[in-house]
């Protein structure tokens, strides 16, 4: 029996002006190796990043399909996101993806 894999959205404040948009199986492992300058090559830029949101999403490719809409959104909508979270259902309700 295979152990499934709980993929997390997240998004990182880049040097105080960026929100970057990112999915992982652990969020924080994810954030240590951005710091160590491993992974989104759009970030290895910043000095400072901190994690400002996240929420299980589940499945990979749901996660991915949440990644990519949001990274369509402009920066206030994610801002709002970061300011008031939202669990994941009205976040699929927010990007069009519930069902």
């Known amino acids: 029996m295979t152990a499934t894999k709980t993929y997390h ?24 190796q951005h710091r160590q300058g491993k992974g989104a090559k ?5 000095q400072q990043l901190k994690l400002v949101y996240q929420v299980e999403v589940g499945d990979k490719g749901l996660a991915q399909q949440l990644e990519y809409r949001i990274k ?5 909508q994610k801002q709002a996101l970061v300011d008031q ?15």
């Open 72 to 76: 369509q959104w402009p920066k206030s």
């Open 42 to 46: 759009a970030i290895r830029r910043f």
């Open 9 to 32: 959205l997240y998004l990182l404040l880049c040097d105080d002006s960026v929100l970057y948009t990112g999915i992982a199986l652990d969020p924080i492992a994810r954030l240590a």
């Open 85 to 99: 979270p939202l669990a994941l259902n009205a976040l699929l309700e927010a990007t069009e993806l519930a069902e």
